[in-house]
């Protein structure tokens, strides 16, 4: 009998787990939180939906800062942003990109559809909630009245709602790619130092080459709104649409791989076709009603690029110009 798929026996060592023993690890944790009772499942997505927030809120900030130049504030939201995920990570909450990972055990027929579904379902409006909570206590709380914060939240806000449909879906999809990719180098690392640094270095990836992810969305188009930015609940559901299938389908793609390289043993060939092509079609059904949806409310230019930003709200001065392109290209 094949042990691929089984989880080794630990062992006294700081090397970090191999991929076979991580998708293993994964594959049974997927089973775990398709079990999570629902007041567990709730309390842990408002919690990530909230740990998010403070992320972007962090990575607002930094962003704020003229002094240090482009490709340097970029990176320096990306670690901030980082903060998020490794509170989740390490204190504990679901989150709804992350949990594409559960389709490893899908595929190996551990999961129901129904069970994968339910997680999803409760994480996305659990995640949402939490971010959108936190992004009114920050407007309350007054802190983004220091220095350029409120000003930095609204051009990130702006350059978020006005980005291109087909731009939001494939930066959606990378930004998830590698979303998950630091999940799954959190849990090959042995100590919690080691888990944070595999955290940082992918999550600062995709924000500083400005990727999209819905849930910093979340909190970061409302707190924008909040401030003052030019953006209709339209242009935010417009965004969330796009970006939230893009997240999707850059997740499961990247468990998909590492299931056929590290726990597809053979026995699960025939099988897979069952759960896997009824997920997939469920997927895809779900995708072209959004968009149909998408464009009968929001009109047929809700699946058009748009320009970036109406010319009433670019700035006219040297700094906010590269403070404008910057944030254009952030994502939380």
Not at 161 to 187: D, E, K, Q, T
Not at 225 to 243: E, H, I, P
Not at 290 to 303: K, M, N, Q, T, Y
């Amino acid at each position: 009998m094949s042990d691929r798929g089984q989880i080794p026996a630990s062992t006294d060592t700081i090397d970090p787990l191999k991929p076979q023993e991580v998708a293993a690890k994964l594959e049974s944790a997927g089973v775990q939180r398709g079990l999570l009772a629902t007041r567990s499942l709730v309390l842990l997505g408002l919690l990530g939906g909230v740990y998010i927030g403070f992320g972007g809120a962090l990575a607002t900030l930094a962003l704020s800062d003229n002094a240090i130049g482009y490709g340097l504030g970029r990176l320096a939201a990306g670690v901030a942003f980082s903060v998020g995920l490794i509170m989740l990570v390490l204190a504990g909450g679901e989150l709804f990109t992350g949990n594409s990972l559960m389709t490893l055990a899908l595929a190996s027929r551990k999961l129901s559809l129904q069970s994968l579904m339910r997680n999803w379902a409760t994480t996305y409006v659990t995640n949402a909630l939490g971010a959108v909570v936190l992004a009114f206590a920050i407007h309350q709380s007054g802190i983004l009245d220091a220095g350029d914060v409120k000003a930095t939240a609204i051009k990130i806000a702006e350059a978020k709602a006005h980005l291109g449909s087909s731009a939001a879906l494939v930066r959606g999809f990378l930004c998830n790619m590698l979303v998950c990719l630091a999940v799954w180098m959190s849990v090959a690392a042995r100590s919690l130092e080691g888990r944070v640094i595999a955290i940082i270095f992918p999550i600062t990836t995709f924000v500083a080459l400005g990727f999209e992810h819905c849930i910093a969305t979340l909190y970061l188009l409302p707190i924008g709104m909040l401030s003052g930015a030019n953006v209709s609940m339209l242009d935010l559901t417009r965004n969330l649409v796009f970006v939230s299938l893009g997240n999707v389908a850059g997740g499961c793609a990247l468990a998909a791989a590492y299931w056929f390289a590290y726990l597809d043993d053979g026995a699960n060939s025939r099988g897979l076709a069952d759960p896997t092509r009824r997920a997939l079609r469920v997927m895809w059904l779900m995708q072209q009603a959004v968009v149909a949806w998408a464009a009968r409310i929001l009109g047929s230019d809700a699946v058009q690029p748009r320009a970036t930003l109406a010319k009433s709200t670019r700035g006219s001065g040297q700094n906010e110009f590269n403070i404008n392109d910057r944030l254009h290209l952030t994502n939380r």
